[in-house]
């Protein structure tokens, strides 16, 4: 029974029952109720229990900033935790839990921390649990199960995310009255709008508003206008869209609730959708939050802000308590009493104000409402809801601050500290917020990107301001975008001056404030005033400081409530004012968000691109197994039925050592260089020297770091002589290019060089082994392929099996070797006639795993593995390589002194002593592994394969001055703690003159 | 409703200074059609040719035509500090028709496709999902040409199908 709910009123569909459950209890609210509003009309009052103390709570307010009603929606994968119950839409069959409170709300086990909770002021957890520091373990499990709110689901997400990219003229934070007013005007001169608003229906305060526009609901002018904006094409209304992050060159984010509102059965396609929306305008109108009072006990089950009590009774016909208190400092409250008066409730209304309130006041005493100027509310009666409250007659500054008090009976206590304009997006955008203080609160000053706040996110507390300032920075932010500003017409709401706010950040209690009943400021957080003083006392000054020790502002709300009444707190403590103690730093998001939104689609498949090569169906077709490499996916090797890898890897190396291999290069970055300085150009970025290399001739080359270090190999080729042809490693093909680009382009704009990158268009094929010569020959090649007329380390152009491509004599395996470009749109065909012709030959295709152990018996270093951007040529023996006659790029900090350290690790080969054991690449080398630890390490191990055509364990190492120690015994260390002998010895273990590969 | 199809096209990279009458007038000659100075713009006769930068741009034309543009080219602008180079086997051309391509699009692309700011002719370099892309509005019917490279594609392809409900035809232009 909804004993809560009124009869008539509200933009609720009573036609429309909706059956839900509240930690396991069955409940009926109506489509457009909140989860809040449907429990307060059920009458359940405690939704939760506190983080710290676990005291019972109930709802406080019907938005964002709602600190005490946070839920777990729903159940298994879809589950979202953390909701606040404000702002979650009931819909039939929703499963709700409060994510505090165990074994149950109204029966929670770690009430009693509530009992010693004297121990549990600000920083309890970091003195507590620090000592013995070998408990810390322990301490951490308890404290990580007590701590925290919902649970995430354990399993994957089933639900589709999307992002959309959206540019715009106006983007509209807010739809109440003043962003509308705003979207209306901006929409008229023709620019593209966006508005986007948090909530299922654009209004904002107008929809729980007894305004009149003109003489008429203020409603129908909501609905009139909605109408007109809705048949404007140029504008974007999204609703359930909260924008919560603004970042720089006005780019900001919002987070688009698709399906959550719908029943899981009915949820179809996209759930949340992130909208990336670059504004030449942004327009803020993010409304105001009320601020609670801060008095005794004022946590209790049934206090309640007053505009949200206000809502409750207009948007949701609501009433959430018969017998109801206002207390306020302000006028706004006023209205929440004749509301409750006119919904059926008695209502008296406690104002600290000793002259009490403007001309409103006469609306409440004409109704017959009770006023009691210049009292306070100090203290609550009742626990899992409010029964009394206890009223005093303020007397100022007097050293007995309270004369008299008296009881009075409710069970409603709504109350109102005065309003804080939703500064957060001005603050993330860069603006500052100043202190206003006739207002009583921060509003934003001036801005630092292109936007404007307006309405009560502004500090307009009268309909009519807002009316105007929507209308003006509608205007305003269109013609900034080059379109005419429009006339249109602000209804008429009355006149509503209100009398001035007077302060009061804390209610005086009858005690001393450090032992009075807990006076909270932070209600999710349970963070009260005599938390923050003892933080003051212990010598915090900084508000941020005082935030990250007692934990004020943090969670789901981050502040929205308590955190200006906490400032003054402090600034009471350290005697000064609000504006010199500051604000904490406002960070998106302005509400959480989801995991899921924020990946978009990036999950699964389209986590990573998949990069392949124009052969990589033949691959698929063999059954290779993929390897990684950049975000290309390489045969890794050629299974043939029952190989593991290790079988399969042994035969394709002695297939290619004895007679013939293939392997699909095409990975290989490939960058054409060309211009009258292509040369000059080369010359200072490779370390050899180009210019003596001939037509037609092929080099390897290295690419130093301005730091020296090895970045990056490759063969290069000179086509021409002008025209050069660069090979990069796979990984580094596009950050290479990058590299030569910019030199180009920043540094040495008066070379004529231009670069293109061919990777993709050409495919690479190598083709490996004694046997390799025959095989091309028998396709039929035109160019002859003797040792004489076309010698390793050559390119030409050739006719090959009927095909154009560039072949070149290189080898990064030490046999004999071809490697032929092709344009892609022909290399499978090209594999596939090599694979045809090579069968008299047992043509054995390989994959990168034989292509490193071919390498690695060759001693030939792969940059990135046996690498790692702290290594000079000269470390892996490549002095030969840099050129005494020039300058280039990492020449001068090859002389550093520690680039010339003796001791600088060394590329060494290591052995094995037992000649079984293959060493774990990555593992450290000792001297002496008996020595206590911990054991100096002099290398590790950067490479390791077995070698199936030397018959042993072979192994490429960094050691500390490794090449004098050649023949040496060291240890290798295994992560289990054994120790295996290891001898230093040449890095090349293969044909060390080099005579295969020349052949 | 989105058609996605595969057209199989050539390419051929081009570079050279923009500034010379010679270079100009080379290019005009080689393949009937004004070379686009302005940034993010193509022209198009026969073939299409894109600014990709202010000393470099991408010829899209039939494969078969290909060698003859190449010899053209570089009997034109024989003697110039030129770059000419054919890309045909590193490019996949996508064509996207439909009212909703640019929606299609904005899921994954930052740029602002809005048909008042990107219009028949322009054209840009971009990032779709993941990918680097071409993007030329072709046809305002609206045909939009998405030049991507081939090892990119089937994953650009994977994208597409997930992002939007399509069969991927071909057909050869």
Known sequence: ?999 | MTEVKRIDLGHINLRGDAGDDRFADGVEAALGLTLPVDPNTLSESDHRMYWLGPDEWQVVADRKNVPVLLKKLEDALVDQHVSINDLSGGQVTLHLAGADVPELLAKACTLDLHPSVFGVGDCAQSGLAKANVLIGYIDVAPVYEIIVRRSFSEYLLRWLRQNSHFQVGTASS
């Open chain 1, 1 to 999: 029974m909804q004993r809560n709910r009124l009869e008539n009123g509200g933009r609720i569909d009573r036609s429309q029952v909706l059956h839900f459950r509240f930690n396991g209890k069955k409940l009926e609210g109506y489509r457009g109720d909140s989860l809040a509003s449907a429990l307060l009309a059920n009458g359940v009052t405690v939704v939760g229990r506190s983080f710290k103390l676990h005291r019972p709570r109930g709802i406080v307010g019907s938005g964002a900033e709602e600190p005490n009603a946070i839920m777990q929606i729903g159940k298994g994968a879809t589950t979202q935790p953390n909701l606040r119950a404000t702002q979650v839409e009931v819909y039939d069959g929703m499963i709700a839990r409060s994510t505090k409170g165990w074994p149950s709300v109204n029966y929670d086990i770690s009430a009693i921390n509530n009992v010693f909770s004297r121990a549990l002021g600000a920083g309890f957890y970091y003195k507590t649990f620090m000592r013995p520091q070998a408990l810390w373990r322990l301490y951490e499990k308890i404290i990580r199960k007590s701590a925290g709110f919902g649970k995430a689901p354990k399993v994957a997400d089933p639900d589709s995310y999307e992002h959309r990219n959206a540019h715009c003229d106006v983007l509209i934070a807010g739809a109440g009255p003043a962003g509308i007013m705003a979207a209306l005007a901006a929409g008229l001169s023709g620019a593209r709008v966006i508005i986007a608003d948090e909530q299922c229906e654009f209004g904002g305060s107008l929809l729980a508003s007894t305004a009149m526009f003109d003489d008429l609901p203020a409603t129908d002018w909501l609905d009139d206008t909605l109408a007109a904006l809705a048949e404007m094409g140029n504008i974007t209304m999204l609703p359930r869209s909260t924008v919560f992050g603004y970042y720089d060159h006005n780019f900001v984010t919002i987070a688009e609730r698709c399906t959550d509102h719908r029943n899981e059965a009915e949820r179809h396609g996209v759930r949340q959708r992130l909208w990336r929306v670059r504004a030449k305008q942004v327009v803020l109108a993010q409304g105001a939050f009320e601020r609670p009072l801060v008095f005794c006990n004022n946590d209790r089950p049934g206090v309640m802000q007053a505009s949200a009590v206000s809502t409750y009774l207009h948007r949701y016909a609501v009433r959430p308590g018969d017998r109801a208190v206002v207390f306020t400092n302000n006028d706004s409250a006023y209205q929440t009493a004749i509301d409750l008066l006119r919904a059926g409730a008695t209502v008296a209304i406690v104002d600290s104000r000793p002259g009490g309130a403007g001309a409103i006041s006469q609306s409440a005493t004409a109704a017959g409402i009770p006023v009691l100027a210049g009292h306070i509310v100090v203290d609550v009666n009742g626990g899992k809801r409010i029964t009394g409250v206890r009223v005093g007659k303020w007397l100022g500054e007097a050293p007995q601050v309270v004369a008299s008090s008296m009881l009075i009976d409710c069970d409603l206590l709504a109350m109102s500290g005065g309003w804080s304009p939703a500064v957060h997006l001005h603050s993330q955008a860069g603006g500052k917020n100043v202190w206003d203080d006739e207002l009583y609160c921060f509003v934003p000053g001036e801005s630092t990107q292109a936007n404007q706040s307006v309405g009560s996110g502004n500090g307009k507390w009268l309909l009519s301001d807002c009316l105007q300032e929507g209308l003006a920075a509608g205007n305003n932010a269109a013609s900034r975008c080059g379109f005419k500003p429009c006339d249109v017409a602000v209804p008429e709401t009355g006149s509503n001056i209100e009398a001035s706010i007077e302060p009061l950040w804390r209610v005086p209690s009858e005690e001393d404030p450090d032992h009075c009943p807990k006076q909270f400021i932070d209600f999710q957080n349970d963070v009260c005033v005599s938390d923050v003083r003892l933080a003051v006392r212990e010598g915090y000054r900084n508000v941020e400081h005082v935030k990250r020790y007692t934990a004020l502002g943090f969670g789901t709300d981050q502040g929205k409530l308590g955190n200006i009444n906490g400032m003054a707190v402090v600034a009471e403590c350290l005697g000064k004012s609000i504006p010199d103690v500051g604000t904490t730093t406002f960070r998106p998001a302005y509400t959480p968000v989801t995991f899921g939104v924020l990946a978009g689609d990036s999950v699964g498949e389209l986590f990573e691109p998949v990069r392949t090569t124009a052969i990589h169906e033949w691959h698929e077709a063999a059954a290779a197994p993929f390897e990684v490499v950049g975000q290309w996916h390489r045969p890794w090797y050629f299974p043939k039925k029952g190989e593991d890898l290790q079988v399969a890897v042994e035969r394709e190396c002695l297939a290619t050592r004895n007679s013939l291999g293939i392997m699909d290069a095409s990975t290989l970055g490939k960058i054409d260089v060309r211009g009258p300085d292509a040369v000059e150009f080369l010359e200072r970025v490779y370390t050899h020297n180009i210019g003596k290399m001939k037509v037609g001739r092929c080099a390897y080359g290295i690419l130093l770091g301005e730091d020296g270090m090895l970045m990056d190999d490759g063969v290069m080729a000179r086509l021409g002589e002008q025209h050069f042809y660069l090979t990069t490693t796979t990984g580094g093909a596009a950050s290479v290019l990058s590299w030569l680009e910019s030199w180009l382009q920043t540094e040495w704009p008066e070379l004529d060089v231009y670069l293109t990158s061919l990777t993709d268009h050409f495919s690479t094929i190598a083709v490996v082994g004694p046997n390799s010569r025959r095989l091309l020959q028998k396709i039929g090649c035109d160019i002859d392929l003797d040792k004489e007329n076309f010698p390793f380390m050559s390119v030409k152009g050739a006719e090959l099996g009927g095909t154009q491509v560039q072949l070149f004599r290189v080898s990064f395996s030490g046999e004999l070797a071809f490697e032929v470009n092709i344009d892609s749109n022909n290399a499978l065909q090209m594999w596939n006639m090599l694979i045809d012709a090579g069968q008299e030959f047992d043509i054995t295709p390989y994959g990168t795993e034989t292509m490193h152990v071919l390498r690695a018996e060759k001693g030939f270093v792969i940059v990135g593995q046996d690498t790692d951007g702290s290594v000079t040529p000269g470390d892996v023996g490549m002095n030969w390589l840099l050129s005494k006659d020039k300058d280039f790029l990492g020449k001068r900090s090859l002389s550093r002194p520690d680039s010339i350290r003796h001791d600088r690790k060394q590329l060494v080969g290591l052995l094995s002593v037992d000649e079984k054991t293959v060493l774990p690449e990555g593992v450290q080398i000792v001297v002496d592994p008996d020595l206590p630890q911990p054991v100096p390490m002099c290398g590790y191990i950067s490479s390791s394969y077995f070698s199936a055509c030397l018959g042993h364990p072979i192994a490429l190492a960094l050691v500390e001055n490794g090449r004098a120690r050649k023949g040496e015994i060291l240890y290798a260390v295994l992560t289990d703690g054994s120790v295996v002998e290891v001898r230093i010895v040449s890095s090349i273990f293969y044909d060390a003159k080099g005579e295969r590969q020349n052949d």
